[in-house]
């Protein structure tokens, strides 16, 4: 079965400065990675996705996350953080194949991330 | 495009009691999902359905939850009783289904339901 760990509940960081949330899976076969952000009482939206290709992936509200496969990770990255950032911050993978052309998405645990201005 | 739309966004029952969640997923998507998010965990499907079949159930607790997508459009998930551990945000999201587009789901805003 696959699975996802994120390994810190909380990340700080001040405005402007570089922001990197982390995120390691586990999957057997290729692995489809993503990122949700989650703002407060509003549903999860969908960031950026890895797939194939390039390992740098580029995604909404200038998020981009870096794959890496020898270190099963899919860190999510952003060169300089805006206090709008501030939000609950997902990383899932897609698993095996469910039936009727469907798949379904594990997630990890979430991590929330404070901008302070 | 409208959204996934839920009703109700707020619900407060007693233990032993019964409840239910609706949903309208974006128009034309093939597959509905209903996930439960316990506060400080990530979500956790509790049901997957392609069109109007259910595709995937093997984490819902059957003998006090069942769910239901009639002619394959909107969903409703029911809560019958309710213990103190179903509190929880109950989420919904859709997504066309097809296998070249894996995993963007669109969700809703969720329905928050706390089981005194």
């Known amino acids: 079965a696959q699975s996802v760990a994120q390994p810190e509940d909380q990340v700080n960081v001040a405005e402007g400065n570089p922001l990197t949330v982390k995120c390691t899976y586990s999957?057997?076969?290729?692995?489809?990675l993503f990122w949700y952000v989650q703002y407060p009482n509003r549903g999860l939206q969908f960031l950026l996705k890895?797939?194939?290709?390039?390992?740098l992936v580029k995604g909404s509200y200038g998020f981009e996350a870096e794959f890496n496969k020898s270190q099963t990770s899919f860190h999510l990255k952003k060169p300089s953080a805006l206090v709008s950032d501030s939000a609950l911050y997902f990383c899932?993978?897609?698993?095996?194949?469910?039936?009727?052309?469907?798949?379904?998405?594990?997630f990890g645990k979430g991590t929330k991330l404070s901008v302070i201005p | 495009e409208a959204g996934v739309a839920q009703s109700p966004r707020y619900k407060i029952i007693e233990k032993r009691q019964s409840v239910a969640f609706w949903c309208n997923p974006i128009?034309?998507?093939?597959?509905l999902y209903w996930y439960q998010q316990i506060l400080g965990q990530g979500p956790k499907l509790l049901i997957q359905?392609?069109?109007?079949?259910?595709?995937?159930d093997s984490q819902l607790p059957k003998d006090r939850f069942s769910a239901e997508r009639l002619k394959g459009v909107d969903s409703t998930l029911k809560i019958q009783p309710a213990k103190l551990e179903d509190s929880a945000v109950y989420l919904c999201?859709?997504?066309?289904?097809?296998?070249?587009?894996?995993?963007?789901?669109?969700f809703g805003e969720g329905s928050r339901l706390t089981v005194l």
């Open positions: 999201a859709s997504s066309r289904g097809r296998l070249v587009e894996p995993g963007e789901l669109f």
């Open positions: 999957v057997s076969g290729n692995p489809y």
């Open positions: 890895y797939i194939t290709g390039d390992n």
């Open positions: 899932a993978v897609r698993g095996a194949y469910s039936g009727a052309g469907s798949y379904q998405l594990t």
């Open positions: 128009s034309g998507h093939a597959t």
């Open positions: 359905f392609q069109n109007n079949g259910v595709v995937d």
